[in-house]
């Protein structure tokens, strides 16, 4: 079972800067993927960014792309979300999250990051306007 520890989140004003961090434990090899789905107010949950180690692929959803750096230490087996210029509408829960079943990032083309299984417990991120 994996397990995580995140960090990171809290209120920032438009146009600022956050980073989260994830540290993921219980990895039975490095197949596997790991990223950040959010779950904005009313909202579905929508995958934001992610790393294949299996593949060394990365995605971005087009929202944060631009803005948003995904990188890892995988000696650690810490991921980081560096995000800038953050809007309003970039206010949710992060939660991090991975696949070691598939070990990438993308199945389903329309649902980036919907066959992950494992969750952390999220950290939320506010942007005032």
């Known amino acids: 079972e994996v397990e995580f520890v995140e960090s990171g989140g809290g209120l920032v004003q438009a146009g600022g800067s956050l980073r989260l961090s994830c540290a993921a434990s219980?990895?039975?090899?490095?197949?596997?993927?790991i990223g950040w789905s959010r779950q904005g107010p009313g909202q579905g949950r929508e995958g934001v960014a992610c790393?294949?180690?299996?593949?060394?692929?990365?995605y971005y959803a087009t929202s944060v792309k631009g803005r948003f750096t995904i990188s890892s230490d995988n000696a650690n087996n810490t991921v980081y979300l560096q995000m800038n210029s953050l809007k309003p509408e970039d206010t949710a829960v992060y939660y991090c999250?991975?696949?070691?079943?598939?070990?990438?990032?993308?199945?389903?083309?329309?649902?980036?990051?919907?066959?992950?299984?494992?969750w952390g417990q999220g950290t939320q991120v506010t942007v005032s306007s």
């Open positions: 999250t991975t696949d070691s079943v598939w070990g990438l990032c993308t199945i389903i083309p329309s649902n980036p990051l919907g066959h992950f299984g494992s």
């Open positions: 219980g990895f039975t090899d490095d197949d596997y993927a």
């Open positions: 790393i294949s180690r299996k593949d060394n692929s990365t």
